[in-house]
C-alpha cells in the first residue's frame, strides 16, 4: 500500500453523517467519500463511466485520517486499548479519538496503552512521550479547528430566502497538518490512480467546491510502513466496511469489537437522496479478514425509468482496508 498525504490549499466541509445539516462537519473523510470522489475525477479523465468500473474499482482505499507532520495518526481502536484504573484518568482516554503510529503498532501487537507513556494533545489526539518530546510544538497550537461562518440563504435571483441566516462548519488544518490516505493500487493502474488523485486535489472534495473549499495537492507518496506482529489472530479496519458475500458475519463477528455507523447523503451533481446503508466504522476488529462489496445506489432500469441524467450507478464502496494485530486482551475477557 502507498501513502498519499493531502495538503488543503484552503477549508474543507465534509457532512460525513449526511443530514444535510450545513453547521455539522467531521473531521475526517470516510472511505465512501474518497472512492467515490476518486472514481468519478478517473472517469473524467479517463472516460471509464460505465457501471462495471464504479462497481469495481480498480484501487481501494481507507478513509482521509489526520496526518502531523511525519506522525501518521489512526482512530482509536473501537475497544478499550488503555491499561487504566483511576477513573479519574480513564475518563481521559475516552476522549482520545486519534492515536500515532507508534502508539497504533503497540494496540496491532496485543498491548494496551499506558497512559502515563502517552501524551494528549490538542484535538483529542494521543502521541507517544518520545514522539511529543521530539516534536514540542504539538503542544502549543491546534492541528485543525472546525469553525462555523455565517451565511444567507437566497434563492436563484439573489433573493434572501425565508430561512435568513444559517451557520456553515468549515474545518481549517493548521501549517503542519492535513489528511493522508492509503490506497492499495496495482501497479499498472497507479500512474492513473495518481492522475486521478491529482485532479480531484484541483476540483475539490466535500462541499461547496465551487467556491474553492476542498481543494488540495498531493505533497508526498510513500510506501505505507509499519511493524506487524508476525501473529496474527485478527484484523482492524482503517475504512468503512460492509459485509459480502465473501464474509461470515457470524463467524467474523464470534469475538469483535466493533461501531456502526449510517451512510447516507445525496448523489453527487444531482438532488437524489441516497439511501442508507448500515456499515462498520474504521477501528472495529473482526476475528476473519473482512473483504466488503461495492452497494450500487442507481441501476440502469431505475435511471431509464425516470429519465435521470446520470450515466453510472453512483455505487458506494465498502470495500475494507484493513491490517492484521493479535487480538485484543479485552476481546478474551469480555467475550
Same mark, same amino acid.
Given at each position: 500500500?502507498?501513502?498519499?498525504r493531502?495538503?488543503?490549499?484552503?477549508?474543507?466541509?465534509?457532512?460525513?453523517?449526511g $443530514?444535510?445539516?450545513?453547521?455539522?462537519?467531521?473531521?475526517?473523510?470516510?472511505?465512501?467519500?474518497v472512492?467515490?470522489a476518486?472514481?468519478?475525477? +478517473?472517469s473524467s479523465?479517463y472516460?471509464?463511466t460505465?457501471d462495471?468500473?464504479?462497481?469495481?474499482?480498480? %484501487?481501494?482505499?481507507s478513509s482521509?485520517?489526520?496526518?502531523?507532520?511525519?506522525?501518521?495518526?489512526?482512530?482509536a481502536?473501537? +475497544?478499550?486499548c488503555?491499561?487504566?484504573?483511576?477513573?479519574?484518568k480513564?475518563?481521559?482516554?475516552?476522549?482520545?479519538r +486519534?492515536?500515532?503510529?507508534?502508539?497504533?503498532?503497540?494496540?496491532?501487537?496485543g498491548?494496551?496503552?499506558?497512559?502515563?507513556?502517552a501524551?494528549?494533545?490538542?484535538?483529542?489526539? !494521543?502521541v507517544?512521550?518520545a514522539?511529543?518530546?521530539?516534536n514540542?510544538?504539538?503542544?502549543?497550537v491546534?492541528l +485543525?479547528?472546525i469553525i462555523?461562518r455565517?451565511?444567507?440563504?437566497?434563492?436563484?435571483?439573489g433573493?434572501?430566502?425565508e430561512?435568513g441566516?444559517f $451557520?456553515?462548519a468549515?474545518? %481549517?488544518?493548521?501549517q503542519?497538518?492535513?489528511?493522508?490516505?492509503? !490506497?492499495?493500487v496495482?501497479?499498472?493502474?497507479?500512474a492513473?490512480?495518481? $492522475?486521478?488523485l491529482?485532479?480531484?486535489?484541483?476540483c475539490?472534495?466535500g462541499?461547496?467546491?465551487?467556491?474553492?473549499?476542498g481543494?488540495?495537492?498531493?505533497?508526498?507518496?510513500?510506501e505505507?510502513?509499519?511493524s506487524?506482529?508476525?501473529?496474527?489472530?485478527?484484523?482492524?479496519?482503517?475504512s468503512l466496511?460492509?459485509p459480502g458475500?465473501d464474509?461470515?458475519?457470524l463467524?467474523?463477528?464470534?469475538?469483535?469489537?466493533?461501531?456502526?455507523?449510517?451512510?447516507?447523503?445525496?448523489?453527487?451533481?444531482?438532488?437524489?437522496?441516497?439511501?442508507?446503508?448500515?456499515?462498520f466504522?474504521?477501528?472495529?476488529?473482526?476475528?476473519?479478514?473482512?473483504?466488503g462489496?461495492v452497494?450500487?445506489?442507481?441501476?440502469a432500469?431505475?435511471?431509464?425509468?425516470?429519465?435521470?441524467?446520470?450515466?453510472?450507478?453512483?455505487?458506494?464502496d465498502?470495500?475494507s482496508?484493513s491490517?492484521p494485530?493479535?487480538?485484543?486482551?479485552?476481546?478474551?475477557?469480555n467475550?
Open positions: 500500500m502507498r501513502v498519499f493531502l495538503k488543503f490549499h484552503s477549508a474543507l466541509h465534509v457532512d460525513s453523517k $443530514s444535510g445539516e450545513p453547521e455539522v462537519a467531521e473531521e475526517f473523510i470516510h472511505s465512501d467519500t472512492s467515490a476518486l472514481c468519478l475525477a +478517473w479523465l472516460r471509464d460505465q462495471e468500473f464504479f462497481l469495481n474499482p480498480p %484501487f481501494r482505499v482521509a485520517f489526520p496526518y502531523i507532520g511525519d506522525i501518521l495518526l489512526f482512530p481502536p473501537a +475497544w478499550n488503555w491499561k487504566e484504573d483511576d477513573p479519574v480513564r475518563k481521559e482516554t475516552k476522549k482520545v +486519534w492515536i500515532s503510529r507508534e502508539l497504533f503498532e503497540l494496540v496491532l501487537s498491548h494496551s496503552l499506558d497512559f502515563s507513556q501524551a494528549v494533545i490538542t484535538n483529542n489526539v !494521543a507517544s512521550r514522539e511529543a518530546e521530539a514540542p510544538e504539538l503542544r502549543k491546534s +485543525w479547528a462555523e455565517q451565511r444567507v440563504s437566497v434563492d436563484r435571483l433573493i434572501p430566502g430561512g441566516l $451557520s456553515f468549515l474545518q %481549517f488544518f493548521s503542519a497538518s492535513g489528511l493522508y490516505i492509503l !490506497a492499495d496495482p501497479d499498472e493502474q497507479r492513473r490512480f495518481r $492522475s486521478a491529482g485532479y480531484l486535489g484541483d475539490g472534495i462541499a461547496d467546491r465551487n467556491s474553492g473549499l481543494h488540495f495537492k498531493v505533497v508526498d507518496e510513500t505505507f510502513s509499519i506487524l506482529p508476525a501473529r496474527a489472530e485478527a484484523w482492524i479496519t482503517l466496511f460492509n458475500p464474509n461470515d458475519i463467524t467474523m463477528t464470534r469475538q469483535a469489537a466493533y461501531g456502526l455507523l449510517t451512510r447516507s447523503g445525496w448523489i453527487s451533481g444531482t438532488t437524489i437522496g441516497r439511501p442508507p446503508i448500515r456499515v466504522v474504521e477501528g472495529s476488529c473482526f476475528s476473519e479478514k473482512p473483504v462489496r452497494v450500487p445506489m442507481l441501476s432500469d431505475v435511471r431509464e425509468k425516470y429519465g435521470l441524467q446520470i450515466d453510472h450507478c453512483a455505487a458506494r465498502f470495500r482496508i491490517l494485530c493479535v487480538k485484543p486482551a479485552y476481546l478474551e475477557e467475550s
